[in-house]
C-alpha cells in the first residue's frame, strides 16, 4: 500500500463516516513515518554532466525575522550536507527521517511571499497550533547567487529532515538555464499527487457560479513538465511529453480514494487523446481500468478543450477532476478565477512520506511590499497543512475565522467589491489582523468547516512486463537542400533502403506526410521523419538498424535523432503519419 494523508477540506465533501482502510497518517503522532520504494519507471536519460559542472555551493541561509511568533530551530550548516544526503535526493530513492509531528519547514519565497507567508504564520501562532518552524531561502535570490535549481545543499538538508514544507511563491529569472524549483521538489521528493480545491464564497465573493464546488487531482511530476526540450536543426525545437504507466496509475486510484473517503459523487478525466492518442491515450486507458474497481462512483472522460469551456461555464455540473501535470495546472487557475480570484486558492503536494503546502498564485512581484496581497491562498495550503498533520481542530479554528473574516466584508482589493454593501477594502496586514480576531468564531452563513481524519491509501497493482517487437525505426534528418522538396529526399533515401533490403515507408515532416504522395502546398521546415521498416513488417535487428543508420550517414544525410519503432504485444505503440 501507498500510505498518503488524511485529505484536506471540509469543501470537500462530508466527512465519510464508513471505516477507514487502516492505512495511518504518516504524519501522526501515533504512527512513524515509513519509508517506502519510491516507484520508477524503466525510462532514464543519462546526462553527461561532469560532477564539477554540477557542484552546489555552500550559501548562507537567510532567516526570517518574526520576533515573538513561533519557535525556531536554527538551520543546519551547509557542512552537514554529505554526499549520501545528496545522492538521496538524485536517486528518488531517498529514505526520510523520522521528524516530530509539530515541526516544519518554511519557505517564504519571492515577491509578496514573505508578506503572506508572515500573515499565515502569525494566525498559526495565535491559534496555537504548536508548530515549529525551520526556515530556509529558495528562489530567486539562490538562483542569481549561482544555484540554477533555487535551492542550497544546506536548505535541501533541512528541506528533507522534516515531512512538510510550507512555501510561499518563488520567481524563477527569465533564461539563463534556470529549473523550476517547484517542479524540482515536486519530482525529487516524489510528489505525485497535486490537489486543489476550488469552493464558491458567495454571495460575498463574487461568482457567477455559487454552488461551484470542485476538487482538481492533478498528476505532478511527469507530461511536459518533464522538461526535456532539445533544438537540433536552426528552425524546430521539441518538448518530450513523458506520461508512464505507474504514474498514471498512481494519480487515478489517488483521485478515486479521494472521492470515496469524502463522498465525492464523480470523477471526471480530462485529456487530449483524440489528437495524443498513445500519451494521452495511455492516461485514459488506465484511468477507465482503474474506474472499473469503485463503482459506486461515477466516471467519465472529457477532452480537455471542451472541459476547460465546461469548467468556466457550467462548473456545477463537475466533482473531482482527474487530469494529466499541464492540463491540471491550466484547469486550476481557470476555476479559481471562476469562483471569484486566484488568490484565494490554495493548495497540497502530495507523495509517499512528504507534503508541500503552497497557495495556487504566483510571486506577483509588481504588488510586493504594498501591503496588498490577499494572504487566503496560503491560509487555506496552511489549513490543509494542519489537517495533513493530524491538527484537525485547529484547522476548524482558523478556517471558520477566516470564512467569518470573508463574511464580515473584510477583503483585500482582488476580492474587494465596491458595489457590495458591507465589504471594506484592507491590506494585508490588516486582514490578517482581522483573521486573528476572529479566531474561535464561526462562519453563519457560509458552511462551517468542520474536518474529519479521512485517510487515502493507494495500492498499486502489478502487471507483467509485456512482449516487445522492434518492427523498424524513425530516422530524423535536418535537409535544407532542394527546395526542400520532399520527393527529391525520397527518392534518394528509397535507393539507401533499398541496397539495405529495407523499405522507406513514410516521410513526414511537422507530423504531415510528405512522401510518397504528399501535396505541394504542404508547408516543410528542415526537420524530417523518415520512417524505415521492412517490406513484410516483420520485426528487425539492432544490427540492421545500425547497418541503415551507417548507410544514411554515407549517403550525406544529418542524422539528429532516432527513435525506435516497436510493437507490444502485439500492438503497435507508435503514431501514424497524418494525411
Not at 252 to 264: H, L, S, W
Request: proline share 6%; aromatic share 6%.
Amino acid at each position: 500500500h501507498r500510505p498518503g494523508p488524511p485529505a484536506f477540506a471540509d469543501s470537500f465533501g462530508p466527512t465519510d463516516s464508513r471505516p477507514n482502510s487502516g492505512l495511518a497518517n504518516p504524519c501522526s503522532p501515533s504512527a512513524p513515518l515509513k519509508t517506502s520504494s519510491i516507484y520508477s519507471a524503466d525510462h532514464s536519460r543519462c546526462d553527461t554532466k561532469s560532477p564539477s559542472q554540477g557542484k552546489l555551493q555552500n550559501q548562507e541561509i537567510r532567516m526570517l525575522a518574526r520576533l515573538g511568533r513561533g519557535s525556531v530551530r536554527g538551520v543546519r550548516s551547509a557542512k552537514s550536507v554529505n554526499s549520501s544526503t545528496l545522492k538521496g535526493v538524485a536517486t528518488r530513492k531517498n529514505q526520510f527521517s523520522t521528524a516530530p509531528h509539530n515541526r516544519i519547514t518554511v519557505a517564504a519565497g519571492d515577491g509578496i511571499g514573505p508578506e503572506i507567508t508572515n500573515s499565515t504564520l502569525a494566525i498559526l501562532d495565535a491559534a496555537k497550533a504548536g508548530l515549529k518552524y525551520d526556515f530556509i531561502e529558495v528562489g530567486e535570490k539562490v538562483y542569481l547567487s549561482g544555484e540554477t535549481s533555487g535551492i542550497s545543499p544546506a536548505s535541501w538538508t533541512t528541506l528533507r529532515s522534516n515531512p512538510v514544507l510550507l512555501k510561499g511563491p518563488i520567481t524563477t529569472p527569465q533564461g539563463g538555464g534556470y529549473k523550476s524549483l517547484n517542479v524540482t521538489i515536486r519530482k525529487s521528493l516524489r510528489l505525485f499527487a497535486n490537489v486543489r480545491p476550488t469552493v464558491a464564497l458567495a454571495p460575498f465573493i463574487h461568482t457567477h457560479y455559487p454552488k461551484l464546488d470542485v476538487v482538481i487531482i492533478r498528476e505532478n511530476e511527469e507530461d511536459l513538465y518533464a522538461a526535456i526540450e532539445h533544438q537540433q536543426t536552426p528552425e524546430v525545437v521539441q518538448a518530450l511529453k513523458i506520461i508512464t504507466v505507474p504514474g498514471c496509475e498512481a494519480i487515478a486510484r489517488y483521485a478515486f480514494e479521494f472521492a470515496r473517503a469524502y463522498g465525492r459523487k464523480k470523477v471526471t478525466c480530462m485529456t487530449k487523446d483524440n489528437i495524443m492518442k498513445h500519451a494521452d491515450g495511455l492516461f485514459h486507458k488506465i484511468f477507465d481500468e482503474v474506474a472499473k474497481e469503485y463503482p459506486e462512483i461515477k466516471a467519465d472522460h472529457m477532452i480537455i478543450d471542451i472541459g476547460a469551456a465546461r469548467l468556466a461555464a457550467k462548473p456545477e455540473s463537475l466533482d473531482v477532476i482527474c487530469t494529466l501535470n499541464l492540463y491540471g495546472d491550466i484547469l486550476s487557475d481557470i476555476v479559481a478565477e471562476v469562483a471569484g480570484s486566484v488568490g484565494i486558492g490554495g493548495s497540497a503536494n502530495v507523495g509517499d512520506n512528504f507534503a508541500m503546502f503552497e497557495a495556487i498564485h504566483g510571486s506577483a512581484p509588481d504588488i510586493a511590499g504594498k501591503n496588498i496581497a490577499n494572504p487566503g491562498g496560503l491560509i487555506n495550503a496552511a489549513v490543509m497543512m494542519l489537517v495533513h498533520m493530524g491538527h484537525t481542530q485547529t484547522a476548524t479554528t482558523v478556517q471558520n475565522a477566516w470564512l467569518r473574516t470573508i463574511e464580515d466584508g473584510i477583503h483585500t482589493a482582488d476580492i474587494y467589491n465596491p458595489e457590495s454593501t458591507g465589504s471594506r477594502k484592507v491590506g494585508t496586514k490588516e486582514f490578517t489582523d482581522a483573521v486573528i480576531a476572529r479566531l474561535g468564531q464561526a462562519p453563519s452563513q457560509l458552511k462551517l468547516a468542520q474536518f474529519g481524519k479521512n485517510k487515502i491509501g493507494i495500492k498499486m497493482s502489478n502487471r507483467p512486463r509485456q512482449k516487445k517487437e522492434q518492427i523498424g525505426i524513425d530516422i530524423f534528418l535536418e535537409w535544407d537542400q532542394s527546395s526542400r522538396n520532399p520527393n527529391v529526399l525520397g527518392e534518394a533515401l528509397k535507393k539507401v533502403a533499398d541496397a539495405q533490403k529495407l523499405k522507406l515507408k513514410v516521410i513526414t515532416n511537422r507530423g504531415v506526410r510528405v512522401f510518397p504522395d504528399g501535396i505541394p502546398e504542404t508547408f516543410c521546415t528542415d526537420h524530417w521523419r523518415c520512417r524505415f521498416v521492412k517490406p513484410d513488417f516483420t520485426p528487425v535487428t539492432a544490427t540492421q538498424m545500425l547497418d541503415l543508420m551507417q548507410a544514411v550517414n554515407k549517403a550525406g544525410f544529418d542524422i539528429i535523432k532516432t527513435e525506435n519503432l516497436y510493437n507490444f504485444d502485439g500492438k503497435r505503440a507508435y503514431s501514424l503519419a497524418q494525411g
